[in-house]
């Protein structure tokens, strides 16, 4: 079995001057094109999602608009394929599932936008799925948040997004339990 990186909607939405733009969207696209560089040279599959609101209140991520355009940072090469999603989940709806298959993907290797909804559901299902994943907390962005009075800051957000749900579900793989 192999690994694949899996960039998940680094799309010039969330971008200063998108329609909604990321905390850090830059430094977050940069691990990522180091990541997408490491990959393409050792000959490693390289799959994009790239998020599509196709509704009439839209507010980011409209078909044809420059916002929903991958970044070129990260811009697919010839071959890699690009999956368009309506969902957070990269799985509903698309045929993500076939790809890792055909490629004998096991294990995902994830950066993208934005880790507290794309990223999460995306690595949430694939470990339903039974594959492995490592989300690169450095090559992904959030938002600014505030919950229950707390900020949530999009600079620390990755890490915290990341953190405790993955060791959850870490555990859940190692006890074979259902999430709770």
Not at 12 to 35: C, K, M, S
Not at 83 to 106: C, H, M, V, Y
Not at 121 to 128: F, I, L, Q
């Amino acid at each position: 079995m192999a690994r694949g990186l899996l960039i998940i909607d680094i799309q010039r939405d969330y971008f200063p001057g998108g329609a909604y733009p990321l905390v850090a969207p830059d430094a977050a696209a940069e691990t990522t094109r180091r990541l997408l560089d490491a990959f393409r040279a050792a000959g490693e599959p390289v799959i994009h999602l790239k998020h599509i609101w196709d509704a009439p209140d839209a507010a980011f991520m409209r078909p044809g608009t420059d916002g929903v355009e991958i970044h070129p940072l990260v811009a697919p090469a010839e071959g890699e394929p690009v999956i368009e999603k309506e969902q957070p989940n990269g799985f509903i709806g698309t045929r993500l599932s076939d790809e890792l298959a055909a490629r004998s993907i096991d294990a995902l290797v994830v950066a993208g936008m934005m880790s507290s909804m794309c990223v999460d559901a995306t690595v949430r299902a694939a470990v339903d799925q039974g594959l492995s994943a490592t989300v690169v907390h450095d090559a992904c962005a959030a938002p600014n948040l505030e919950f229950g009075g707390r900020d949530h800051s999009g600079c620390h957000g990755p890490r915290r997004v990341h953190g405790r749900p993955r060791r959850r579900l870490r555990q859940r793989r190692r006890r074979r339990q259902p999430a709770l």
